[in-house]
Structures are given as C-alpha cells and as structure tokens.
C-alpha cells in the first residue's frame, strides 16, 4: 500500500510535470477506449495527435481552433487565479458573438475596412456585460457566482436562438435559422494566402503577453492574485476583494466575448444556433492544464484544439462519434487533478511497520529537544 | 379550468427530478463537500437508467443502474477530493465536463432507440376523486417515494444520532475526528449515497420525465438542484417544496406555451434560468439566512494531522 505524505515545500518540478503526466495517462486510457471499440489504437491516437499537425494546412486548422480557446482560456486564468470562479465563459463568448454580428449586421460592401474595430469592441463590451451582471450580482447580493454565470450561458443561448429565429433572421435565408452573412469587409484579414488562419491568432498571442505582463509585472495584478491565494493576507494589505471581483470578471468575460467576435467575424461570417460550440467550457480545461498561467495557456489551448481537430477525424476517418472530444478533455482534466496531489505530497510506500511499535520509538527518541542540548 | 389538474401533475413529476437531485446534493453538503459534478452525473446516470431499461424492460433495474451509475462517478469525485485533496470547486467541474462527454459518446445508438410501453400509475379509490385524483395519485411511485425520503431525511439529520455526525463532519471536521470518528470515510459514504440520489434523479429523467434519451437532456437541472441547496438553506422539507416550485415554473413555460401566448418560445424557456438567478438573488441578499444551516466547513477539504 501507499500514503500521502505532505512535501515541506511544493515541488516546482511536479507543477511541470504533472500535465504531461495526465496527458499520459489520458492516452493510455484513450489507447485501450479505442481498443475496446475495435480500433487499432496506435492509428487511432495518431488522428488525434498526429493528423492536425502533419502540414502548414492542418497547423493552420488548429491555430483558427486554438484562438477562442486560448482567448477564454488566459481570462479564466486571472479569474481563477483571483479566486472568482467565472464559469460561464461560454454564455459571455456568445454575447460576444452577439454584439460584435450585431455592428457587422450594419457594415456594406462600401464600410471601410476599420469596421473591424468596432466590431471586437462591440464584443469585448458585450461579453464584459454579460460577465458584469455576474459580477454584480455578487458584490451587491453575495449571489453564488458559480450558478450565476452558469444560468446566464443558458439565457444567452436561447437569446442567440430567439435572435437567429426571429428578429435577425435573413428574410433571404430559405427560413433557415440564421442572419444575413456579413459584408465582405467585415471579414478578418487572413495571415496566409490559402490557409484560414486570421489576424485574431496574432491578436490572442499578444494578449497572453499582455497579460503575463499584468499578472507578473503589475502591481494590480499582484494584488488581485494575493486576493486569491490569500483572503485574509489581501484585506490586511488593504486590497480591495471587490475591486479583484469586478477586475476579474470584466477581463474573462472582455477576453470571451472577443473570442466570440472574432469567432462571428472570422471562420462564420454570420450568427447561427451553432456558435457555441463549447469553447467557454473547454477553456476551463485549458486554464487548468496551462497552469493558470498566459504561456502555459497557449500549450495546452494547442494541445486542446487537437482534440477538437481530431474528434473531427475520428468521425470522418474511423466512424466514431465525434463527441470522443469532450470524453478526451474531461478525462484530461480529471487526470490532471489528480496529478496536481503530486505538488503538493509525494507517494510513500507503507513499508510495514507495526502500529504499536511507534509509540516505543518517539519514547526512545524524543523529537523535541530539550533546550540544553542546544 | 380543464388544464390545472395536468398541470399539477406535470409540475409534481417535474419537481422529482429536482427535488431527487438536491436531496442527493444537501447530504453531500451537510457532510461538507460542495460536488458540482451534478449536472454529469445526471447526464451518465439518465444514459445507464436508459440503456438499462431498452434493454431489460424493467422500470426497476433503469432505477436501480441510475443510482449505481451516480454512485460511481460521485465515489470517483469523492476519493479524489477526499483522499487526494484535489479542489472540490475543480474536480466537480470534471465530473461535469466527463459526464457530459462520455454520456454524449457513449448513448449516441440510444438516441434511436426506443422505450417499452410507459406503464401508468394510479392510487386505486384516490385517483378516482376527480380533479384531485388527476393531479396527485397518477404519478410515477417514485414521486412519492421522493416525498417519503424527504421526511426521513428531515428525520435522519435533525433527530439521530447518525444525522448529528453527518452534520458535525460538516460543521467540524477536526472536532469530530477529535471524538475519534472516521470523518474521510464517512465524508465519501455520504458522497456515494448522495451521488446515488441524483443518479436516481438522472433515471427519472430519462425514464419517467420525457422519456427519451438525447445529448445533453440534462439541460441545466444538475446546477439548478445545487442552487435549490442554498435556497433551501440545507433543509430537506424546502428542498422538496423549491422543486415543485421550480417543476411549476418549467411547466408553466410549457403551458403559456400550449395557450399559445403571444411570446417567443426562446423567452419562455429562459423562465427556469431566470427564476434560479432571481431567487439565489433574494435568498442570498441576506448573508446572515445562509449563515444560520450552511455547514461551516463546506467546500473546505479536511485532512487529518496525526
């Protein structure tokens, strides 16, 4: 048998190690899922992880999955890391969507190219709202801030629905549910000739620097993360936890509802039911496996958008439902959680030493000393 | 007049699901562990109580997989935050995420399938009564059994001996591990027997409720039940009552809906969403009525110095 056994000090390497560690365990539990359902698991796991990264199309393919979620993923972070569990991301990734369509809805073909601008703002200030809601609800009524952003995806979903069904639905649109598809100058600028990746990757990878730089070079940032890590050592410093709630909760759902614009004005081109398509929830994910950290995000945002990627192969290549994907980044996370107990305590083997025979051993070698040996 | 008595009886039936769920949840909390993995146990639950019931017929073994279904993902929850000191917050999270998953994945051929005939229940001489016989006694046994373990459970935590240690795990765990009683293995016991609860509800779901199964049918009621906790402020008999209130509201939507009132359906189905922000508004405006049943070492793990 084993035990726990408290480490004197968290062990750094074990913060490193322990992603990899779960993403192991993860493939060897996927390997022998595939085995049972009569997949040779080697070509099987190879649709997941080698398939999106064989060519400058596929690495393109992820980079324009990879976005949103890195996106959610680094606002999660903050707000983790400030101990406000924003998990609602999803609903606010929608507002986005919501707010920046609405401003491409207005665009012609003769707008000028900025009316990009206005559009992410539209969702940044959309999805800081909806997240603003939550916000206020807890600081003014101390309503539950987990349930609160939870309630309102599904509030924003059926908003999104009302809207494609009924108001912004395209009266030339054969009566499907969706809006207009938005003039061409809405449209992001591409990286790459021929390739889907946009300019919101560029836009995604400098705000994980900026917000390296605000959680470990800012004293705002320093002090909304003693907020989370200590409560008590925060209000004895005078930082406001108030201040932290609002900070937080207005950077993930910012950062969330600019995933959403740049979703809407990127790969869509217009509003449809199917926006959400579960990045507010996979970025939680993401968050955890990046350590809560803006560098570690983009890794495991990577490593998450392959699992998207692959779920989809899996369906067009192996005939499995694509759905592998959530079973793949639950099973990751759940992994990883029990790998991080490993920072914390290490795994000692019970050699077996009789119960009574301790309290003859303290007696013989007292571990206070006494104060004249000295 | 003609649509009141259904619409009792469909709020009633509604309610179960919720109240089963959150009954399941407020013996986790008394025990001190906050499991937001709910809403996946539900999910996988609904799917075993389902599978189960295509293929054996039996209304009984659908239940009897349901609740064996929530206790195993609640026991993998439970060793992983009690034994591993994982966050409770994060690890419930997983289990919400796995469910949601692996239920998608696995239950994709029973979205085709279908169940045997539904059998009706009805209360012999009771249900004869008109209006009221309609409204109360045709339901499924399970709504009454609901309502029976809901007394018990008021019972158990506020006059044995047993339900005085369940809380005192989680009020104080130190103390109670003090007095020499093993609080992890009791904390996972109640985490087993509540996951069984809302594994119960999941099959109720799928079996009785719709009864169908599809991705996702869940749809939210896992985090409603865990509201419907803090609204309750942990007592069983406002559990109850909050899910019919709840099932009313769900079936409202449903009614105004058949009335055909003039409001987009979209709107309508927001109602039990809304009414959950509302009401987890009103009751937590006041911290000092959270204060006076929240256990006090809720959501904080415990683990034994010597």
Known sequence: ?374 | MDGIAPLIASTLSAGTILALAALGLLINERAGILNLGAEGMMLMAALAGYATCVHTGSDTLAFIAGAAAGAASAACFGALVIWFNTNQYATGLALSLFGAGFSAFAGIKYTQEKLPERPRFSIPVLSDIPFVGEAFFKQHPVVYLAILFTLALSWFLGRSRGGLVLRAIGESPESAHALGYPVRRLRFTAVCIGGALVGMSGAYLSTVYTPLWVEGMVAGKGWIALALTTFATWRPARVLLGAYLFGGVTMLQFHLQGQGVNIASQWLSMLPYLATIVVLVLISRDINVIRINMPASLGKPFHPTS
């Open chain 1, 1 to 374: 048998m084993f035990r726990l056994e408290v480490r004197p000090q968290p062990s750094a390497t074990m913060a490193w190690l322990s992603p990899i560690l779960a993403l192991a365990v993860t493939l060897v539990v996927g390997a022998s899922l595939f085995a049972m359902l009569g997949k040779a698991p080697l070509s099987a796991l190879a649709v997941f992880f080698i398939e999106p990264i064989k060519n400058g199309y596929a690495w393109s393919e992820l980079a324009v999955k990879a976005t949103p979620l890195l996106l959610i993923a680094l606002g999660l972070s903050v707000c983790f890391r400030s101990n406000v569990w924003n998990i609602g991301a999803e609903g606010q990734f929608i507002l986005g969507a919501i707010g920046g369509g609405w401003v491409a809805m207005q665009a012609t073909e003769e707008s000028s190219k900025f009316i990009l601008i206005p559009i992410l703002l539209a969702g940044i200030v959309a999805g800081a709202a909806w997240a603003g809601i939550v916000a206020f609800l807890r600081d003014r009524f101390n309503a539950n801030e987990i349930l609160v952003s939870l309630m309102l995806v599904y509030v924003a979903d059926l908003l999104l629905q009302y809207l494609v069904y009924g108001p912004w639905k395209d009266p030339a649109g054969y009566n499907f549910p969706q809006t207009i598809t938005f003039a061409a100058t809405t449209k992001l600028p591409k990286l790459f000739r021929g390739f889907r990746t946009d300019i919101g990757l560029l836009i995604a990878l400098s705000t994980a620097a900026a917000l390296w730089v605000f959680l470990f070079r800012t004293y705002a940032g320093f002090q909304l993360q003693v907020g989370g890590l200590a409560p008590a050592a925060a209000r004895y410093a005078g930082f406001s936890s108030r201040r932290a709630l609002w900070t937080a909760l207005a950077i993930s759902g910012g950062l969330a509802g600019l995933a959403g614009a740049l979703e809407a004005a990127g790969p869509l081109g217009q509003l449809t039911p199917y926006v959400p398509a579960g990045y507010g929830f996979a970025a939680i994910i993401v968050a955890f496996v990046g350590r809560l950290h803006p560098i570690g995000a983009v890794f495991a945002s990577i490593l998450m958008s392959m699992f998207y990627i692959g779920g989809e192969l899996a369906q067009s290549r192996l005939g499995l439902p694509k759905s592998l994907t959530g079973v793949f980044q639950g099973l990751l996370l759940f992994t990883l959680l029990a790998c991080d107990t490993l920072i914390n305590y290490r795994l000692v083997w019970h050699t077996s030493v009789k119960p009574n025979a301790q309290p003859e051993a303290t007696l013989a070698k007292p571990s206070v000393k006494s104060p004249g040996s000295a």
